[in-house]
Protein backbone atom coordinates (compact mmCIF):
# COMPACT_ATOMS: atom_id res chain seq x y z
CA UNK A 1 0.00 0.00 0.00
CA UNK A 2 0.99 3.48 -0.17
CA UNK A 3 3.53 5.22 2.12
CA UNK A 4 3.99 9.22 2.63
CA UNK A 5 7.49 10.00 4.02
CA UNK A 6 7.56 13.09 5.52
CA UNK A 7 10.51 15.94 6.53
CA UNK A 8 11.61 17.32 8.82
CA UNK A 9 9.02 16.39 11.86
CA UNK A 10 10.07 19.67 13.41
CA UNK A 11 11.15 23.18 11.73
CA UNK A 12 11.80 26.29 13.12
CA UNK A 13 12.09 29.33 10.68
CA UNK A 14 12.56 33.55 11.60
CA UNK A 15 9.70 35.50 10.72
CA UNK A 16 9.40 36.65 7.07
CA UNK A 17 11.84 33.46 5.98
CA UNK A 18 10.66 31.41 3.86
CA UNK A 19 9.48 27.35 4.86
CA UNK A 20 10.10 24.24 3.18
CA UNK A 21 8.59 20.78 3.47
CA UNK A 22 9.10 18.38 2.09
CA UNK A 23 7.10 14.81 1.26
CA UNK A 24 7.96 11.05 -0.52
CA UNK A 25 5.08 8.15 -1.52
CA UNK A 26 5.61 4.98 -2.47
CA UNK A 27 3.01 4.13 -4.89
CA UNK A 28 3.51 5.58 -8.27
CA UNK A 29 -0.20 4.90 -9.03
CA UNK A 30 -1.18 8.18 -6.47
CA UNK A 31 -2.26 11.25 -8.40
CA UNK A 32 -3.76 13.15 -6.01
CA UNK A 33 -1.64 15.44 -3.59
CA UNK A 34 -3.25 18.06 -0.61
CA UNK A 35 -1.83 19.34 2.03
CA UNK A 36 -3.51 20.03 5.44
CA UNK A 37 -2.38 22.69 8.43
CA UNK A 38 -3.53 21.66 11.59
CA UNK A 39 -3.42 24.73 14.40
CA UNK A 40 -3.23 23.46 17.75
CA UNK A 41 -6.34 21.80 19.02
CA UNK A 42 -8.19 21.90 16.09
CA UNK A 43 -9.15 19.83 13.02
CA UNK A 44 -6.90 19.58 9.78
CA UNK A 45 -7.51 22.03 7.03
CA UNK A 46 -6.75 21.64 3.23
CA UNK A 47 -4.19 24.48 2.41
CA UNK A 48 -3.63 23.42 -1.41
CA UNK A 49 -3.69 20.34 -3.20
CA UNK A 50 -1.59 19.63 -6.25
CA UNK A 51 -2.81 16.70 -8.85
CA UNK A 52 -0.24 14.59 -11.10
CA UNK A 53 -0.64 16.17 -14.49
CA UNK A 54 0.59 19.01 -12.79
CA UNK A 55 3.79 20.64 -11.43
CA UNK A 56 3.61 23.23 -9.38
CA UNK A 57 0.69 25.02 -8.11
CA UNK A 58 0.65 28.61 -5.68
CA UNK A 59 -2.05 30.51 -3.59
CA UNK A 60 -0.47 33.58 -2.35
CA UNK A 61 2.13 32.65 -0.07
CA UNK A 62 2.12 28.80 -0.65
CA UNK A 63 3.53 26.90 -3.24
CA UNK A 64 3.18 23.22 -3.81
CA UNK A 65 5.43 21.32 -6.21
CA UNK A 66 5.44 18.01 -7.77
CA UNK A 67 8.29 15.49 -9.51
CA UNK A 68 6.32 12.25 -10.52
CA UNK A 69 9.84 10.86 -10.94
CA UNK A 70 11.52 10.52 -8.21
CA UNK A 71 7.83 10.69 -6.48
CA UNK A 72 8.39 13.52 -4.30
CA UNK A 73 6.72 16.68 -3.37
CA UNK A 74 7.11 19.69 -1.50
CA UNK A 75 5.39 22.49 0.16
CA UNK A 76 7.23 26.32 -0.09
CA UNK A 77 6.01 28.80 2.39
CA UNK A 78 7.20 32.37 1.58
CA UNK A 79 7.51 35.30 3.94
CA UNK A 80 6.11 33.17 6.89
CA UNK A 81 4.23 34.77 9.86
CA UNK A 82 3.18 33.94 13.66
CA UNK A 83 -0.29 32.23 11.94
CA UNK A 84 1.64 30.10 10.15
CA UNK A 85 2.96 28.33 13.40
CA UNK A 86 1.05 24.97 12.79
CA UNK A 87 1.35 21.16 12.05
CA UNK A 88 1.34 20.23 8.32
CA UNK A 89 0.38 17.19 6.85
CA UNK A 90 1.02 15.93 3.33
CA UNK A 91 -0.99 13.18 2.02
CA UNK A 92 -1.12 11.09 -1.21
CA UNK A 93 -4.32 9.19 -2.53
CA UNK A 94 -5.20 7.55 -5.91
CA UNK A 95 -8.07 9.16 -7.52
CA UNK A 96 -10.34 6.01 -9.06
CA UNK A 97 -8.53 2.95 -7.18
CA UNK A 98 -9.49 2.68 -3.38
CA UNK A 99 -9.23 6.79 -3.15
CA UNK A 100 -7.94 6.08 0.33
CA UNK A 101 -5.89 9.40 1.43
CA UNK A 102 -2.64 8.24 3.32
CA UNK A 103 -0.94 11.26 5.62
CA UNK A 104 2.55 11.81 6.28
CA UNK A 105 3.40 12.25 10.29
CA UNK A 106 3.35 15.88 10.13
CA UNK A 107 5.68 18.97 10.10
CA UNK A 108 5.25 20.98 13.46
CA UNK A 109 6.32 24.83 12.03
CA UNK A 110 7.34 27.34 14.76
CA UNK A 111 7.84 31.02 13.22
CA UNK A 112 10.27 32.87 15.42
CA UNK A 113 10.14 36.51 16.21
CA UNK B 1 -17.82 24.61 10.93
CA UNK B 2 -16.69 22.44 8.18
CA UNK B 3 -20.25 21.31 8.16
CA UNK B 4 -18.86 17.49 9.54
CA UNK B 5 -20.11 16.97 12.85
CA UNK B 6 -18.92 14.07 15.57
CA UNK B 7 -20.12 13.09 18.81
CA UNK B 8 -19.20 12.67 21.82
CA UNK B 9 -16.48 15.25 21.26
CA UNK B 10 -14.82 13.52 24.50
CA UNK B 11 -14.89 10.28 25.86
CA UNK B 12 -13.83 8.85 29.09
CA UNK B 13 -13.95 4.82 29.78
CA UNK B 14 -12.02 2.00 30.84
CA UNK B 15 -9.94 -0.92 29.54
CA UNK B 16 -11.72 -3.89 28.63
CA UNK B 17 -15.13 -1.20 27.70
CA UNK B 18 -16.59 -0.72 24.32
CA UNK B 19 -17.63 2.57 22.80
CA UNK B 20 -18.97 4.18 19.36
CA UNK B 21 -17.77 7.07 17.90
CA UNK B 22 -20.49 9.08 15.61
CA UNK B 23 -19.91 11.13 12.66
CA UNK B 24 -22.21 12.79 10.20
CA UNK B 25 -20.63 13.61 6.88
CA UNK B 26 -21.56 17.13 5.18
CA UNK B 27 -24.62 17.70 3.14
CA UNK B 28 -23.95 15.84 -0.32
CA UNK B 29 -20.97 14.03 0.55
CA UNK B 30 -20.63 10.47 0.25
CA UNK B 31 -17.53 8.96 1.34
CA UNK B 32 -16.01 9.33 4.75
CA UNK B 33 -12.85 8.36 6.33
CA UNK B 34 -11.95 7.66 9.95
CA UNK B 35 -8.00 8.33 11.25
CA UNK B 36 -6.64 7.94 14.87
CA UNK B 37 -4.17 10.99 15.64
CA UNK B 38 -2.17 9.58 19.00
CA UNK B 39 -0.12 12.32 20.31
CA UNK B 40 2.37 13.62 18.35
CA UNK B 41 1.49 11.33 15.77
CA UNK B 42 0.03 11.89 12.20
CA UNK B 43 -3.11 10.78 11.02
CA UNK B 44 -3.25 7.32 10.56
CA UNK B 45 -5.59 6.25 8.12
CA UNK B 46 -8.24 3.49 9.56
CA UNK B 47 -11.01 2.90 7.21
CA UNK B 48 -13.05 4.49 4.49
CA UNK B 49 -16.97 3.86 3.21
CA UNK B 50 -18.43 5.17 0.29
CA UNK B 51 -22.41 5.58 -0.29
CA UNK B 52 -22.63 3.01 2.28
CA UNK B 53 -20.27 0.24 1.42
CA UNK B 54 -16.13 -0.25 2.73
CA UNK B 55 -14.25 1.10 0.03
CA UNK B 56 -10.63 0.91 1.60
CA UNK B 57 -8.90 -0.33 4.53
CA UNK B 58 -5.79 0.60 6.67
CA UNK B 59 -4.41 -0.33 9.73
CA UNK B 60 -7.75 -0.88 11.64
CA UNK B 61 -7.29 -2.97 14.72
CA UNK B 62 -9.40 -6.35 14.73
CA UNK B 63 -11.11 -4.91 17.76
CA UNK B 64 -12.15 -1.70 15.79
CA UNK B 65 -15.14 -1.87 13.24
CA UNK B 66 -16.92 0.75 11.29
CA UNK B 67 -20.38 1.14 9.13
CA UNK B 68 -21.93 3.55 7.02
CA UNK B 69 -25.72 3.71 7.13
CA UNK B 70 -27.99 4.42 4.14
CA UNK B 71 -27.82 8.54 5.60
CA UNK B 72 -24.45 8.18 5.29
CA UNK B 73 -23.74 9.00 8.68
CA UNK B 74 -21.10 6.93 9.45
CA UNK B 75 -20.17 4.67 13.45
CA UNK B 76 -16.96 3.25 13.97
CA UNK B 77 -16.60 0.81 17.52
CA UNK B 78 -13.64 0.50 19.36
CA UNK B 79 -14.00 -2.58 21.43
CA UNK B 80 -11.96 -4.44 24.40
CA UNK B 81 -10.46 -0.84 24.73
CA UNK B 82 -6.59 -0.64 26.06
CA UNK B 83 -4.80 2.17 27.49
CA UNK B 84 -2.62 2.41 23.54
CA UNK B 85 -6.26 3.31 22.08
CA UNK B 86 -6.25 6.80 23.88
CA UNK B 87 -6.49 8.96 20.55
CA UNK B 88 -7.91 11.54 18.89
CA UNK B 89 -10.54 9.93 16.53
CA UNK B 90 -10.84 11.75 13.20
CA UNK B 91 -13.89 11.58 10.66
CA UNK B 92 -13.21 13.39 7.13
CA UNK B 93 -16.05 13.70 4.44
CA UNK B 94 -15.39 13.81 0.80
CA UNK B 95 -18.09 14.43 -2.03
CA UNK B 96 -16.93 11.97 -4.89
CA UNK B 97 -13.03 10.64 -4.02
CA UNK B 98 -12.61 9.63 -7.48
CA UNK B 99 -12.20 13.34 -8.33
CA UNK B 100 -10.09 14.10 -5.59
CA UNK B 101 -11.87 16.63 -3.51
CA UNK B 102 -11.12 18.35 -0.71
CA UNK B 103 -11.80 16.19 2.46
CA UNK B 104 -13.44 18.18 5.04
CA UNK B 105 -12.55 16.94 8.95
CA UNK B 106 -14.88 16.80 11.82
CA UNK B 107 -13.03 18.33 15.27
CA UNK B 108 -12.62 15.17 16.64
CA UNK B 109 -13.58 12.58 19.13
CA UNK B 110 -10.78 12.55 21.98
CA UNK B 111 -11.25 8.93 23.66
CA UNK B 112 -9.50 8.75 27.29
CA UNK B 113 -8.68 5.01 28.26
CA UNK B 114 -8.11 4.66 32.08
Known amino acids: GENVEQHPSTLSVQEGDSAVIKCTYSDSASNYFPWYKQELGKRPQLIIDIRSNVGEKKDQRIAVTLNKTAKHFSLHITETQPEDSAVYFCAASEMNRDDKIIFGKGTRLHILP | DSGVTQTPKHLITATGQRVTLRCSPR?????VYWYQQSLDQGLQFLIQYYNGEERAKGNILERFSAQQFPDLHSELNLSSLELGDSALYFC?????????????FGQGTRLTVV
Open chain 2, 27 to 31: SGDLS
Open chain 2, 92 to 104: ASTKDPRVGTEAF
